[in-house]
C-alpha cells in the first residue's frame, strides 16, 4: 500500500504535512502531521525541493524541507522505478516517519506547496521571508517542476525534456539574481539566451539592442555569457563586436573562445589589433590563447602570419600553441 503525501503551507513561515497511510485491510488510514511554525529559511529549503524534483524523477536521495527550527527534515530516497521512501528524520539521523509514496504523487505534492508559497509570498508582495530573486528562483523552479511532471507521466521519462524559460524571467536574472545560483545554472539548459540573441539579432532598434548585448556578454560569471557567445558565434551580429571584445579582459575560458569565434567571423582591423594584442595576454589559459590564435587564422594578412610564424617557431611555447599556429597558418594559406 502507497501513502499519500500533502504539504501546505498554512501561511509564510508554517508548514503543515500529512502522511496518510493505508491499514491492511484498506477500511481506514493512519494520519501522521507535522506540523511547525519554525522555517528559518523557508526560501532555501523551498528551493531545494522544487529544484529536487528532476533528482526524485530519476531515481536519486534528495533532502527536502527542513522545520521545526531544522530540527526536522523530510528525506525522498528511492524505492523502486515508480516509488519512493519519504522519511521524517530528526537531525538528520533519527527516523520519526518512514513511508512509502509514489515518486509521482510526492513531486505533485512538492509542485502544489511551491505554488501556493509563491501566491502566499511573493504574489502578495511580501519579501520578508524571500527577496525578488528568491521569488524568481521559486517561480522558475515551479513551473519547470510542473512541466517537467507532466512530461514524465505522458512518456514515462524525463530523456527529451527540453527546460524553458520566459523572456521576463530571463532578462531579471541577467540584471538582478545573477548571484542567485539556481537560476544562473539553470539559463543554460534552456535555450532563452540563443533565442533573445536571434531577436536581437534582427531587431532595429540598436540602441536597445548594444545595451543587451553587453548585459548578456560582459559579467563575472560565465554560465550567461558563454550561451551569448555561441549564439553570436552562430548568428554573428557587428552589433556586439565591443561587447565581444571585452570578454577578452574577463578571460573566463568558457566564454572566450566563442567570442572570438564570433568576433572572426565579424573581422574589421580593430578585432585584428585585438587579436594580436591579447595573444600574450598574461591571464589567459591554454585554450584562450589557442582560440586567439584560431581566430588569427582567419586574417589573411602579413603581420599576422609573420606573429603566427613566430609562435609555431618558438621552442618555449607548449606544443598545443604551436600546434594551433601551425594549423592557423594552413588556414591562412588556404
Not at 537531525?91 to 505554488?115: F, H, M, N, P, Y
Not at 521519462?157 to 520566459?166: D, E, V
Not at 550561451?227 to 554573428?236: H, I
Request: hydrophobic share 35%; charged share 35%; aromatic share 6%.
Amino acid at each position: 500500500m502507497h501513502s499519500d503525501i500533502s504539504i501546505k503551507y498554512p501561511d509564510a513561515e508554517t508548514i503543515e504535512i500529512v502522511i496518510e497511510t493505508p491499514d491492511d485491510e484498506d477500511t481506514s488510514k493512519e494520519v501522521s502531521q507535522f506540523g511547525s511554525s519554525g522555517l528559518q529559511t523557508p526560501g532555501g529549503d523551498i528551493l531545494r525541493s522544487v529544484f529536487g524534483i528532476e533528482a526524485i524523477l530519476r531515481g536519486e536521495e534528495v533532502w527536502l524541507q527542513r522545520f521545526t527550527y531544522s530540527k526536522y527534515q523530510l528525506r525522498s530516497r528511492p524505492r523502486n522505478s515508480d516509488t519512493s521512501v519519504i522519511e521524517v528524520l530528526k537531525r538528520q539521523d533519527e527516523t520519526v516517519k518512514e513511508a512509502v509514496v509514489e515518486k509521482e504523487g510526492l513531486c505533485q505534492a512538492i509542485v502544489s506547496a511551491g505554488k501556493s508559497y509563491y501566491e502566499q509570498v511573493c504574489g502578495n508582495g511580501g519579501r520578508e521571508q524571500m527577496d525578488d530573486c528568491d521569488c524568481a528562483a521559486l517561480e522558475v523552479g515551479t513551473e519547470d517542476g510542473r512541466r517537467r511532471l507532466d512530461y514524465y507521466r505522458e512518456h514515462g521519462t524525463q530523456r527529451g525534456y527540453t527546460p524553458a524559460l520566459s523572456r521576463e524571467h530571463l532578462k531579471t536574472i541577467v540584471r538582478k539574481c545573477e548571484h542567485t545560483d539556481r537560476l544562473r545554472e539553470f539559463v543554460p539548459r534552456t535555450d532563452a539566451v540563443r533565442s533573445f540573441v536571434d531577436e536581437l539579432a534582427a531587431s532595429g532598434d540598436d540602441k536597445y539592442v548594444v545595451e543587451w548585448y553587453e548585459d548578456l556578454l560582459v559579467r563575472p560569471r560565465p554560465e550567461i555569457p558563454s550561451e551569448a557567445a555561441k549564439a553570436l558565434a552562430d548568428n554573428p551580429d557587428p552589433r556586439a563586436k565591443d561587447a565581444l571584445l571585452q570578454t577578452r579582459w574577463k578571460a573566463l575560458p568558457e566564454v572566450v573562445p566563442h567570442a572570438f569565434r564570433a568576433l572572426a567571423k565579424l573581422g574589421s582591423e580593430e578585432v585584428r589589433d585585438a587579436l594580436l594584442d591579447y595573444r600574450d595576454f598574461p591571464h589567459a589559459d591554454e585554450t584562450i590563447r589557442t582560440a586567439t590564435i584560431e581566430a588569427l587564422g582567419t586574417f589573411d594578412e602579413e603581420e599576422v602570419r609573420t606573429t603566427l610564424q613566430a609562435i609555431a617557431d618558438d621552442e618555449d611555447e607548449p606544443e598545443a600553441i604551436r600546434e594551433a599556429a601551425r594549423d592557423a597558418l594552413a588556414a591562412v594559406d588556404e
